[in-house]
């Protein structure tokens, strides 16, 4: 199966509207990017256009939205966009903005959406890195009663459970189970507000873009008609019964649970800023931007720690190939055949699977008191998968053999021991010319990497 690619944009698009917190009018582009690019920010109303990177790290402020800071530049209210580009499979953009926040539009993710399936994605030749959730990850917030989980899962999907102080949205739950569906069920949920929320919001000096239109505004505890009319004044709005109390937005719910679904759209947006795709389901309770930011930072301190992932090995499977049609393919035999089948095969990656046994005629002699398998053999595996690669593509491959040329950057992390169950993954790093192919190619036991090399080979024609 082959690997799934990098997206980016197949052209550039923008949207305008004004600001939620500064009241500006605002104009954010959307550029293709090249391959490895991930999200980046660009301030082009500040000197010197100042760029940042849409990573959890640089978030300095989550109490009313996300927002990123490097030095003196800030740019909020970025969690919507992110969360259409992360949906969308966008892998690579360049975004460029002429003020410190992205325009609020209708309060959800649609407009995003529809200017993407508008433009189009293009596929990029870098495979797509997702990080694959291994075990449990809990990040919680006791003050709040907050916690975000996620579990290991063959997509990404969401469960958010919500519990607000109102009686209109007490307890609520949504769920997206296929990010497919993110533009049905997700994107079109709105912002919302409660009215007892926005004298203080005000005060601050937010929500000066806030109406009637970019967001759901919950009235449910009655004031007086005098300070309805003030507040109503200050957004700019239409004066309101006080006795009314209920949901009093223009547009009315799309959908029930539109407020946890909502959050929902808000998680995705702030995982967005992992760098990475996900392959794990996440449950969230009471959520918001700063425990989704303490996860998405937790997120990215697993991947550093395990920067190359191993491959998913379920011996229950059947292998794509097995030792027969290996010994078809590669002149090697006992006891240089060190190989045992292999489990994954695609165009330009392949990877093997090597049981070490107490049996290994090497351990006679390396070492006799303690048995450690030699690294050079650990390499001349990972060149027996890499030909395996590339002899599968060609006609009468056992007229053929592959002969090392060069190797660089070898590095042994751990040692190799009887019983060791041995993973090798190998690329491809270029396409194979006049025979000649370079691959990148790593050995894991278990999550664990240990040893790895880049190295070059030769297909020669038997005489």
């Known amino acids: ?80 966009a992110m969360a259409a580009l992360y949906a969308s499979g966008i892998d690579n953009c360049f975004i460029q903005v002429n003020g410190p926040e992205f325009p609020i539009l209708d309060g959800s993710a649609i407009q995003y959406i529809k200017k993407i399936n508008e433009i189009g994605l293009t596929e990029q030749n870098a495979p797509k890195d997702y990080y694959i959730i291994r075990h449990k990850i809990e990040v919680k917030d006791p003050e709040t009663g907050s916690c975000i989980t996620i579990l290991p899962d063959e997509e990404f999907s969401l469960t958010a459970m919500c519990s607000f102080d109102s009686k209109f949205i007490n307890s609520q739950f949504a769920t997206l189970d296929k990010i497919d569906d993110f533009e049905s069920e997700i994107a079109p949920a709105r912002t919302f507000v409660f009215v007892r929320d926005i004298e203080p919001l005000l005060k601050a000096n937010l929500i000066k873009g806030g109406d009637m239109d970019n967001a759901i505004v919950i009235y449910e505890r009655q004031t007086t008609q005098e300070r309805l009319d003030q507040l109503a004044d200050l957004l700019h709005v239409p004066h309101l019964d006080a006795t009314k109390l209920g949901y009093i937005q223009h547009k009315p719910l799309v959908w029930e ?52 992932q191993a491959p998913i090995y379920d011996c229950n499977e059947e292998p794509v190939m097995d030792v027969n049609r290996i010994r078809e393919l590669l002149p090697h035999r006992y006891p240089m055949q060190l190989v045992d089948k292999v489990i994954s095969l695609g165009a330009t990656s392949i990877v093997g699977v090597k049981n070490v046994t107490s049996n290994e005629p090497f351990f006679q002699g390396h070492f006799p008191q303690e048995p450690v398998m030699p690294g050079v053999l650990q390499i001349e595996a990972m060149a027996q998968c890499g030909g395996l690669l590339v002899l599968n593509t060609i006609e009468d491959p056992e007229k053929w053999s592959t002969y090392f040329m060069k190797i660089n950057d070898v590095k042994f992390r751990h040692k190799v021991v009887p019983g060791d169950t041995l993973l090798f993954k190998v690329d491809l790093l270029a396409p194979v010319r006049h025979g000649i192919s370079s691959m990148k190619g790593y050995v894991f036991v278990g999550d664990r990497v240990v040893s790895e090399a880049t190295f070059t080979a030769q297909i020669v024609k038997n005489k």
């Open 1 to 80: 199966m082959d690997m799934l690619k990098q997206n980016t944009l197949k052209g550039s698009f923008a949207l305008c509207g004004k600001g939620l917190h500064t009241g500006l009018n605002l104009t954010v582009t959307f550029n293709p990017a090249p391959e490895n690019t991930g999200y980046k920010i660009q301030r082009i109303d500040l000197e010197g256009e100042p760029i940042i990177e849409a990573i959890a790290e640089n978030v300095i402020d989550t109490q009313r939205g996300t927002v990123l800071g490097k030095g003196d530049m800030r740019i909020s209210t970025i969690e919507h």
């Open 257 to 308: 649970n539109e407020c946890t679904r909502h959050k929902l759209l808000d998680i995705i947006g702030d995982m967005a800023l992992i760098g990475k795709p996900l392959k794990g389901r996440i449950i969230a309770t009471r959520p918001g931007h700063t425990i989704n930011n303490k996860f998405a930072r937790q997120i990215r301190k697993e991947i550093r720690k395990h920067e190359i």
